[in-house]
């Protein structure tokens, strides 16, 4: 993940202050195994979930805020050695004094009943040796008939009414308007440690399920086409690597990532070259970069020059921006470069410093032997998709063909993820429509999987 975090002293200042985190989105290495991210954006899955507000750090825990119809989710995920171990969703307040163990326990119970995939409460009650009793005004049960009726919405908290603690076990009855559960577990000294235990010896379980594990950076199958990829994964939310603290060197990194270009220092940052590719797709990205008391962060270039009516971007890329006024053409072309640039780093991890668009909906069209048609939320979505799919690919990328319909700017992307051999490759075409303050508002794809080029 990298969407840059509000400046915080020092990663060992954690663990004596508050911090807050810009847009935190935490990946694989932040948690303590696998299972536990895959808790995570299960929960996110379920309501299609982002971050509303700035995280707050403390030594023990994180804290994340959440808005969905109005109404404030609070999540805190319990964390040690920079690991996250649990996951909990805050309860409202109720006029019950609990003990601190019994409310973690609750609220790790809702965390998981909010999750899109039944099995973390189903695992959560066998593990902590709790036993469920659900009933509503029709029917009494157990969990596979609680989660008929909740599996496809959020269950936004619930009202303890009942508090039994004694020495045989502990009982704890709570509902929601329409139904009522009772809660039974054993051990009135709960703890999350036995918990914690049972569900990191799960994470090969889950992992090698048939289910796809959200945001995991994998190979992609060579037997699993890109419109089954896509078909398979553009409903779920994609999250970025945060790398800012583990680059040591950010010209190695580049290196790494783009092994066959050259990498070049410049007064700013560094550029990243290669030859053209069949005359017409420049192969170039320029970034900058800065070095906090936290890590590193990397941004494009966007330094452009304007001549005329036309956005000289480097000597060999110069857009025509004739269709436009002088004043859009200043106000357009400052965001060229990084929309260049962004979509030239798809296959590599540099995409996830420069993802841009995270809120701009998208119709992707597949265009096979028929045409599949897919809304996507997010653009950036649909490029962290991608760039899973293409890990081993050349990406080339360029805009052309600005124009105005309708006192609307329009214009175009052309995107080729070309394989090793040069030939086989897949296509896209990118419209990108601009609203009347000439933000990116509407973003539609054509893609066009398995295509072969012609030899230069």
Sequence with gaps: MSMKMNKYISLFLILISGLFLQGYEPDLDDFLNPYQFKLHNSWLEKAELKADSPADFTTSKIIQHFIIGGSEIITEYDWENYKIYNQREILPSSRFSLPPKILRFLESFLYRLNAADSSFISNFLKDTGSDLLYTDDKNEGSLELLWSKIAAERVSGFEIVDIKLDKAGNSIRVFSPDWQIELIFSDPNLSLAHLIREESQRQVELIEDKKEVVGITVKIPQTLSLEEYISRNYQKKQTREMLHNKINDVKSFLKKEFPEHIITKTTKGYLISSENFQGEFPDYLKITYSTEQ??????SDND???????????DEEVIDLSKLSHQEIDIVSNYLPQLLYEHRSIGSKLLDFLLIHDNVPTTLLVKTETRNKYEIASYAD????????????????????????????EFKGFLLAVEADGINADSAEIWFHLDKSLKIDLIMMMLYPEIKLKEE
């Design 304 to 314: 452009t020059e304007i001549v005329g009516k036309t956005c000289k971007i480097s």
């Design 382 to 409: 649909l490029l962290l998709m991608l760039n899973k799919y293409w890990l081993d690919r050349k990406i080339y990328f360029k805009l052309e063909d600005f124009k105005k319909i309708n006192n609307y700017i």
């Design 294 to 299: 936290d890590g590193v962060y990397i941004y």
